[in-house]
């Protein structure tokens, strides 16, 4: 488990140019700390994050995806967040099916006025990644 | 001076048989409230979006007429107050669903109640009225069992004696499994419900 | 799938322990109107909705399911004639068709106490809402052989319609499926106040605390009385029983002197389709016993 | 190997040829200190270190603050002895000095979309205080993926493009008259197109406004009679807006006009309304009055032209026969405009809900003529009204010993599917109770509420003043209105729930508060104008905090109750919001566009349109002409989700295709390296 712990992990977050990146910036303003693990990756919008980038970050070695946008309703693009969620479930079927962890790529929302509710999210990503390293069937990077 | 001498004559007066002070406490502290304990409750209706705004009380028929004051005992349960296990008005409910149909926020106060009346049985909080019921049930099968005058007035209509239920067949035995595996409330308890005795249940 | 114009017969426990007119009023009526009614045989208590639920929701769900699972047996759709019985047996059934988990753990109790198992394959139907939507009036008509002029206070009764979302009946504000239905026996609904209020026997209230009970019905039947109607007309036999003791505990604890009939739909169903008056009953119930229903006799050409 | 593959194979060798094609990018790396904010938490010097070993850095420098003018002339000094063509500062978020960085290299000659901004603060020094090496190292990923993703940006050029220097304003309520004179005031040509046939909305249905009793058509009129004889606005009535076409700049219109039947030379003498036979209830009196068939809405009405409406009339002739001015003119049809604008304004705002919904308060049952709405109790009391303003109760014309008021009528109920709070009906009730209890001393006034909600200047006063007048204030919500059927007395049964005693109130008048609900006419008008509406039907905000006046949709900005419930003065200060924002394109006479747009690539597009569907703002469209899906420059907002949903990767945004964003994954996705990481 310490070892579990210790390890040094890179995790893309995609995050969308209004409240992703909003709320990041707040938690940073607020001081509120999370796993240096976490490496964001600005986009326009969280529906802009396509399956071949959330694959090429895993293959390039990534241990996790997260894409972060605006809460469901408020996406400043209509339904980008809409159409990421549910490209992101798909997502999850299919390496389920693949036999792999569902537990890699998650999709969140977060309010830009809160940076807790990135860091929420986060702290979920790492969770979930630590669970799906134990069950030992992640996507092996370098593919 | 006088009203001196007075309260000195007084403080020497020893009290006879009052109640102790402690059994006169109005406020309510945490040992009074479970926030787990009626969790149920909370899962299985929606009472944590209500805004205590009265529909129910002003729909409710028993509530013009008895102690009954559903708006009351919804915000106990929303606040896990315990007290509301032990309460009897929630027996004055007649579940005509009225609440129900009008609530504002979707509360369904009818089933509140109904999970409440379940955790008081539970609990042995039971009139023997409802334990005579229970005991009909048992035994014949039927909540209202049959009489001689209904037997007769039966046969003076053309109907057979005993209708074709449980009780024409009680001695096949499938009653008496019923009576064994339902229904098979908790004896009565004394003390008032508090969170060191819930789990006893 | 269950075959039409053919129910098990629901009787509960008040028709045929206390009111057997009603049994026999109901069977009469099914048979001329051409459907044909199957008994229950071993059939239980439904358990009733306010009482037994109260005690014990999931105990309630598995005696409702046994008797559910009769009707199942036959592969008939259960026909019943009283408000308690349809809330129970209707509010369980939906709830087990719609609730795996549920019907998974009353089908593993149901085991113990016989060959039963919950599949969820029979609806549950109330003579009123048969009479009113699958008859409707207009088949009725033809089939009367008399024909009131009478006044009466409309009883629906809290399980008929509510909740609403299950029973997708009527209107529980403002209902008129009964207005409609009577309206082709020669009856007048009166508005009366407080008319969609319980009678104040249900949820378990008549047997916790009969004067409470009472008190609520004194209302009611103020407010009944108010407007003189011939008799008063429900469609449950709790209600039923409810109206007959109440006025009798009301007129000797309160000096009240009231003797208004009170009569099923079926009985008032069964008397104008040519079932004749004794078997009707009136006479062997607490009130209105001199009470004789002014028909007359349609003339058929 | 799937075909798709092998193109996208295809697509990034072409690449690699153009890329060898460019000269290659010379990138300068500037690292900020922030003061102690990021040089305390990340080793700055490393991260400089790294930064030199990464390809095309040709400069690499730190700074104790970058943003400072003596840490922008390092740039631009860079910029002129290394020959920069783009520069990487990793410093704060991009919103914070991104565009300062950006406008130091535009003044040094190259475009500000060839700067990239890496947050080492917000996003690594401040999370990160605590584990130094890790900022440190996590700071030398994200500059090395700035640096990468810095190395295939393009220009992006800014164009003008100049705009119809004309508005529409859809509705001529309090909102739309403000927005309509306010732009006129700004000289903008202004057309106004109103549904009714007159203009005033529902304000100059009310009596009195709170919280000052002032009389509503007094402060109407000047704005009604001033945009109607303003030159510079077109006035349009019983027009509805049928179709829009183009964008954000250069609208075009159709408004279909239905016809009045009475001709402009109408003197309004009203003797073809004396005369009609037809009588039917007044819409404008909320039904508490009839009107003729042909028939001015009220007196003061504008434009006084009489109207005829054609769904009453049985065509009788006699207004025709009478009228001494010939205005009456049958044949009039309807007839479509096509007007062109650069901007809309959309302020339809809202109907009063309609309570028969909750049966339990059987609102319009035979029986129930005493339960009315606010706006019914309005029009009793209004100057000049039926009963001459004296309250006098529907059924019977008695003046009632009892007036009951019931808030949250549909507001806050989830049964009927409204769960928000109207907001106004509070101080609506309040206002009408006092107006009531001032003209009817012994009338005993009651409101029963949930809550009283009266936040803002001004109005808590006026709750006091209403209690002070002894209205009585009962905390409940009613569950039912009740009716003897012997005597027809109405009673109110509500729990007062702060004695938890259930009552029941006999009241001879009941006023229902009914919420505001958006107008029926709004969901063929909404899908005309593509603006996006929120769950309760009203008309959604681009950003509910931070733009609540425009609409989703460029060019399109809201105006009072249509984007939500509001009293008269919010109404009218987002009005002159909406006016100034709307009028500010076509003052200046252009909008300014950094034409950061998709582009297609025709090799790989097979033309299936998928994109198309993904465009919120609908600015991809097959071109008529050769078939070809193409895109409008003009309506882009750079959303990007086209990409996605592209099966042939043939659309990509400028500056964020799918290539540049995997280099700048590839640098974060594992460890730093010296020499960086390059995608493969």
Request: hydrophobic letters at 35%.
């Amino acid at each position: 488990m310490s070892e579990n712990e210790s390890k040094k992990r890179n995790v893309v977050v995609f995050a969308c140019n209004e409240c992703g990146q909003g709320a990041m910036n707040t938690a940073g303003v607020a001081r509120i700390g999370y796993d240096t693990a976490i490496k964001i990756v600005p986009l326009q919008c969280s529906g802009q994050a396509n399956p071949v980038l959330i694959l090429e970050a895993l293959k390039d070695g990534a241990d996790a995806v997260g894409v972060v946008g605006c809460c469901i309703g408020a996406c400043h693009f209509v339904n980008g967040n809409m159409l990421s969620m549910h490209r992101i479930k798909l997502m999850k079927k299919l390496f389920k099916e693949l036999g792999y962890s569902d537990q890699q790529i998650n999709h969140y929302t977060a309010r830009a006025a809160e940076g807790e509710t990135a860091v929420g999210d986060f702290e979920d990503i790492m969770v979930r990644l630590k669970r799906a390293e134990k069950e030992g069937n992640t996507l092996p990077g370098g593919w | 001076m006088t009203i001196m001498s007075v309260k000195t004559k007084q403080s020497q007066v020893q009290p006879q048989n009052l109640p102790a002070p402690e059994t006169k406490r109005q406020f309510k502290t945490s040992d009074d409230f479970d926030d787990d304990y009626l969790k149920d409750i909370e899962r299985r209706s929606n009472i944590n979006a209500c805004i205590q705004c009265g529909t129910c009380t002003a729909s409710c028929e028993s509530g013009r007429w008895t102690a009954f004051k559903i708006r009351n005992i919804i915000r106990k349960v929303v606040l896990g107050d315990l007290s509301a296990l032990d309460d009897p008005d929630i027996w004055q409910c007649t579940t005509c669903y009225q609440c129900y149909e009008r609530c504002p926020r979707d509360v369904r106060p009818t089933d509140v109640i109904i999970e409440l009346r379940n955790y008081a049985t539970a609990r042995g909080n039971m009139s023997p009225a409802h334990r005579a019921v229970v005991a009909n049930l048992k035994e014949t099968g039927h909540g209202v069992p049959i009489n001689d005058q209904a037997r007769q007035l039966r046969v003076e209509l053309g109907l057979e004696e005993l209708p074709p239920t449980i009780f024409k067949f009680k001695d096949e035995g499938e009653l008496q499994r019923i009576a064994d595996l339902l229904f098979n409330v908790a004896p009565p308890r004394e003390k008032p419900a508090s969170k060191d005795n819930l789990k006893e249940v | 799938m269950p075959r039409e114009k053919i129910f098990a017969y629901f009787l509960g426990c008040i028709a045929p322990n206390r009111y057997p007119q009603l049994e026999l009023a109901t069977s009469f009526v099914m048979q001329k109107l051409g459907y044909e009614l199957v008994d229950m045989e071993r059939a239980s208590c439904c358990p009733a909705p306010g009482v037994f639920r109260s005690f014990n929701k999931v105990d309630w769900m598995v005696a409702a399911a046994r008797n559910i699972c009769i009707a199942e047996q036959l592969d008939l759709n259960i026909l019943s004639i009283c408000n308690g019985c349809f809330g129970t047996l209707a509010d369980v059934n939906k709830h087990l068709k719609a609730d795996e988990a549920a019907r998974a753990e009353v089908n593993e109790r149901l085991k113990e106490i016989g060959d039963y198992e919950f599949k969820g394959t029979v609806e549950v139907r109330h003579v009123a809402e048969v009479l009113a939507f699958e008859v409707t009036p207009a088949k009725i008509a033809p089939l009367l052989v008399r024909k009131l002029n009478a006044k009466a206070a409309i009883h629906y009764g809290c399980h008929l319609l509510k909740p609403s979302a299950i029973k997708q009946l009527d209107n529980p504000e403002k209902p008129h499926m009964l207005e409609d239905l009577v309206k082709v026996l020669g009856i007048e609904s009166l508005e009366f106040k407080d008319k969609q209020t319980c009678c104040g026997a249900g949820g378990g209230l008549k047997s916790f605390s009969a004067y409470d009970s009472m008190v609520i019905l004194a209302e009611k039947m103020k407010n009944i009385s108010e407007v003189e109607p011939d008799f008063i007309l429900d469609t449950c036999p709790f209600c039923h029983l409810q109206f007959e003791t109440g006025q009798d505990y009301l007129n000797k604890n309160f000096g009240t002197s009231y003797d208004i009939p009170v009569l099923h739909l079926s009985q008032i169903m069964a008397y104008c389709m040519g079932l004749d008056e004794a078997k009707i009953a009136i006479d062997k119930q607490m009130m209105g016993k001199n009470y004789s229903l002014d028909a007359e006799a349609i003339v058929c050409d | 190997m799937t075909e798709a593959e092998e193109e996208t194979e295809l697509v990034q060798e072409t690449e690699q040829v153009e890329d060898a094609g460019k000269k290659e990018p010379r990138i300068g790396v500037f690292v900020c200190h922030c003061g102690h904010n990021i040089a305390d938490t990340v080793a700055v010097e490393k991260v400089v270190e790294y930064a030199k070993t990464l390809p095309n850095v040709v400069h690499a420098e730190d700074y104790m603050f970058m943003c400072s003018t003596p840490g922008i002339d390092l740039i631009k000094k860079a910029i002129r002895e290394e020959h920069l063509d783009r520069t990487v500062v990793a410093s704060c978020s991009k919103t914070q000095h991104g565009p300062t960085f950006a406008r130091a290299i535009e003044e040094e000659g190259i475009n500000k979309h060839m700067h990239q901004q890496v947050n080492i603060r917000e996003w690594c020094s401040w999370p990160h205080i605590k584990d130094k090496d890790g900022a440190t190292e996590k700071a030398k990923q994200e500059v090395e993926a700035g640096v990468n993703r810095s190395r295939k940006l393009e220009p992006v050029e800014t164009r003008q493009i100049s705009t119809t220097p004309a508005a529409l304003v859809i509705g001529a309520g309090i909102a739309g008259l403000r927005a309509a004179s306010d732009l006129a005031a700004l000289g903008v040509r202004t057309y106004v197109v109103e549904k009714e046939s007159t203009i005033g909305g529902h304000m100059t249905q009310l009596n009195k406004t709170f919280p000052t009793q002032e009389c509503p058509q007094c402060s109407i009129s000047p704005l009604t009679n001033g945009v109607a004889h303003d030159k510079n606005v077109t006035l349009m009535t019983m027009a509805q807006v049928k179709n829009v076409e183009g964008s954000f700049g250069n609208f075009k219109v159709d408004v279909e006009i239905s016809p009045r039947y009475v001709k402009d030379n109408c003197t309004s003498c009203g003797d073809c309304s004396a005369h009609c036979p037809v009588e039917v209830p007044s819409e404008w009196d909320s039904g508490m009055s009839m009107r003729k068939a042909i028939y001015k809405a009220y007196p003061q009405a504008i434009p006084s032209t009489y109207v005829r409406d054609k769904k009453a009339c049985i065509e009788c002739q006699t207004c025709v026969n009478v009228c001494p001015a010939q205005a009456v003119d049958f044949s009039q049809k309807k007839e479509t405009k096509r007007i062109e604008v650069g901007t809309i304004i959309l302020a339809t705002g809202y109907d009063e809900y309609d309570p028969s919904e909750i049966s339990a308060y059987h609102y319009h049952q035979d029986g129930y003529e005493d339960v009315i709405t606010q706006l019914q109790l309005e029009r009793l009391l209004v100057a000049g009204s039926i009963t001459n303003s004296q309250l006098l109760r529907p059924s019977d014309g008695r003046i009632p010993r009892r007036v009951t008021m019931i808030q949250c009528v549909g507001s806050r109920n989830d049964q009927v599917g409204n769960k928000y709070c109207t907001g106004v009906c509070c101080m609506f009730a309040i206002k009408n109770a006092q107006i009531v209890k001032d003209a009817y001393p012994d009338i005993d006034v009651a409101i029963c509420y949930i809550d009283i909600r009266t936040p803002g200047l001004n109005n808590e006063e006026f709750f006091k003043k209403a209690q002070e007048k002894g209205i009585k204030f009962i905390r409940g919500r009613p569950g039912e209105i009740q009716r003897d059927p012997v005597s027809g007395q109405l009673y109110v049964i509500v729990e007062d729930t702060l004695s938890n005693t259930p009552l029941k109130i006999k009241s001879d008048l009941v006023v229902l508060s009914a919420a505001m609900v958006p107008p029926k006419s709004i969901g063929t008008l909404g899908s005309a104008l593509q603006v996006l509406r929120d769950k309760t039907g009203f008309i959604k905000e681009f950003h509910i905090k931070m733009n609540p006046v425009k609409s989703s949709r460029d060019g399109i900005f809201l105006a009072g109750a249509i984007q939500g419930p509001k009293d008269i003065p919010q109404s009218v200060a987002q009005a002159g919001a909406a006016a100034s924002l709307a009028a500010a394109p076509l003052v200046r006479g252009y909008i300014e566009k950094e034409m950061l747009i998709p582009q297609i690539d025709y090799d790989l597009c097979v033309n299936c349109g998928l994109c198309i569907s993904a465009c919120s703002p609908n600015a991809i469209y097959r071109d008529a002409a050769d078939n070809k899906v193409k895109i409008n420059e003009i309506s882009c907002k750079a959303c990007g989700l086209c990409g996605p949903a592209c099966p042939t990767a043939a659309i990509q945004l400028k500056n964020f295709r799918d290539d540049e964003i995997e280099d700048e994954i590839a640098a974060l996705a594992v460890a730093p390296r010296e020499g960086g990481h390059v995608h493969e």
